[in-house]
């Protein structure tokens, strides 16, 4: 009995061809990836467990001479804004090659118990309370600045994520599909790339009829749970390359980067999606970004502690909380008071509510100037607001770079254009997505005008938080 290839190759012009010949090459070469995956997997337990046990860092201490200054560097300063950006060029190829979390995650999947994936855990909210809960917890104990902070954080998830996969699934990354905090964040970024895995279905129909012939087709095992005939997008595919190829049907191809989110986006619009871009990137992280150097934050503070004392209330302002429920490193003079802890979550919690609903009457807005007001279509105009809100993030998560790199004394001349130019391109990017999604639904010139001037409000309100964080509070 023959075998239908895996490897052959799908007939298209030359620059397809090469892009798919790089998919061929991925599933080709799975071991060669595996064995990144624990290379990665053996640099990430040696950054979050060899810094616990050495002091912390002295006012002496470099990047180039501190392990756990250079862990800081590696993990805040490249390693996740970075990785953000990638998903944005490449896709979620840092799940499917990199990620640690998702090794093992897999490994623990093939030798766990492979029950059935409970009701519970496909609950679509889980992107965005995960994240939520995440940003807001890593704040609470400064996890951009302690190795038990991020052992805790980062080493807490990773064993939830073993956890997970002991439990359910068969050689599965059920955890990365349902359950990890950067999951929804991954998915709507990696909805703008330039390139996918995409599945000819003519292709896939002839395979069942070399299938009635003898010809024998070789399962594909993808580990993030994708159905493969029904992939559309890049927004769930890991891009490990498994399927590469298969059923000579499935080919990493090039696409337009606005083709996911307009051609696709009221497929797959739902209210959590909307939450996440809106309450969560656009709201929590902006908050959990935004505390540190907010003179508002500061003044409510003081307001609330002036207050209490006033009123002979002075628990709120003991320093005895634990670290890994409030920042508590008093050899750093760096003690959270309940005080201090129940207003970073307040402040951060505040933000996303204000930014959050803003947004959504903005966008509300935008979408009755297009005709009736329909659901699917606000969550489809959300989708427009992934560039402006990958790249506050990004932003927001570099700013931790540049503070590392002017401890040690590095011009940066360069990063206020730097931050200019990327949020110039990024509302560029979110405008001309919002424009093509009210194509959708409107033929008239006039109501996608007036639709995109609630549009451009929206951005505007964005905008305004980043200049606050960069422009309007410094100095």
């Given amino acids: 009995m023959s075998q239908v290839s895996q490897t052959s190759t799908v007939s298209s012009p030359s620059g397809r061809q090469r892009l ?10 799975g071991s060669l990836i595996r064995g990144i995956q624990w290379l990665v997997v053996a640099v990430y337990a040696f950054l979050i467990l060899v810094p616990v046990f050495m002091p912390l860092p002295g006012d002496t201490a470099h990047l180039w001479n ?3 200054l250079a862990a800081q560097f590696v993990f805040w300063g490249i390693w996740w804004p970075f990785v953000l950006l990638s998903m944005v060029l490449l896709g979620r190829v840092w799940c499917g090659v990199l990620c640690p979390e998702g090794a093992l995650a897999e490994f623990a999947s093939k030798y766990g ?15 965005f309370v995960a994240f939520g809960l995440t940003t807001i917890y890593g704040q609470m104990v400064s996890v951009y600045q302690y190795p038990r902070a991020v052992l805790l954080v980062l080493g807490g998830s990773t064993l939830a994520a073993m956890v997970i996969g002991l439990l359910y699934g068969r050689e599965k990354r059920v955890w990365c599909k349902y359950l990890c905090p950067v999951n ?7 909805r703008l790339a330039p390139f996918h895995y995409k599945v000819d279905e003519d292709a896939w129909r002839r395979s069942y009829t070399a299938g009635e012939h003898g010809h024998r087709v070789i399962p594909v095992n993808c580990a993030p749970l994708v159905p493969l005939r029904k992939m559309k997008g890049a927004a769930q595919c890991h891009m490990c390359g498994r399927c590469s190829g298969h059923r000579d049907a499935i080919a990493l191809t090039w696409r337009p980067p606005s083709q996911e989110v307009v051609e696709l986006g009221d497929k797959q619009a739902s209210a959590w999606d909307t939450a996440l871009i809106l309450y969560g990137l656009l709201g929590i992280a902006l908050g959990a970004f935004h505390w540190t150097g907010s003179p508002w934050f500061i003044s409510l503070k003081t307001f609330f502690a002036t207050w209490l004392i006033d009123h002979d209330i002075t628990w709120p302002l003991e320093t005895n909380a634990p670290w890994f429920l409030f920042t508590h490193y008093p050899e750093q003079n760096d003690v959270f008071s309940w005080l201090d802890g129940t207003m970073v979550i307040g402040y951060i ?4 509510l204000v930014y959050g609903t803003t947004l959504l009457l903005l966008l509300a807005g935008a979408v009755r100037m297009l005709g009736r007001f329909v659901p699917v279509r606000l969550h489809h105009l959300a989708q427009a607001l992934i560039p402006i809100a990958g790249a506050g993030v990004f932003l927001g998560l570099s700013a931790t770079t540049l503070s590392l790199l002017r401890a040690e004394h590095v011009p940066l001349w360069w990063a206020s254009d730097m931050r200019l130019a990327i949020l110039v391109v990024a509302n560029t990017w979110s405008a001309w997505l919002a424009w093509l999604v009210t194509r959708r639904y409107s033929a008239q010139f006039l109501s996608r005008g007036l639709a995109m001037v609630w549009f451009a409000g929206a951005l505007a309100v964005v905008d305004s938080a980043w200049w606050l964080m960069f422009w309007g509070w410094v100095g």
């Avoid at 798919?20 to 070469?29: D, F, L």
């Avoid at 929804?184 to 990696?190: E, K």
């Avoid at 919690?349 to 996303?352: E, G, M, S, Y």
């Fill in 20 to 29: 798919a010949a790089a998919g061929q090459w991925m599933q080709r070469h």
């Fill in 66 to 68: 501190n392990l756990t």
């Fill in 113 to 127: 118990r492979g029950r059935a994936i409970p009701h519970w855990m496909r609950w679509g909210g889980w992107p």
């Fill in 184 to 190: 929804g964040v991954f998915s709507l970024l990696a």
């Fill in 349 to 352: 919690l505040a933000t996303a």
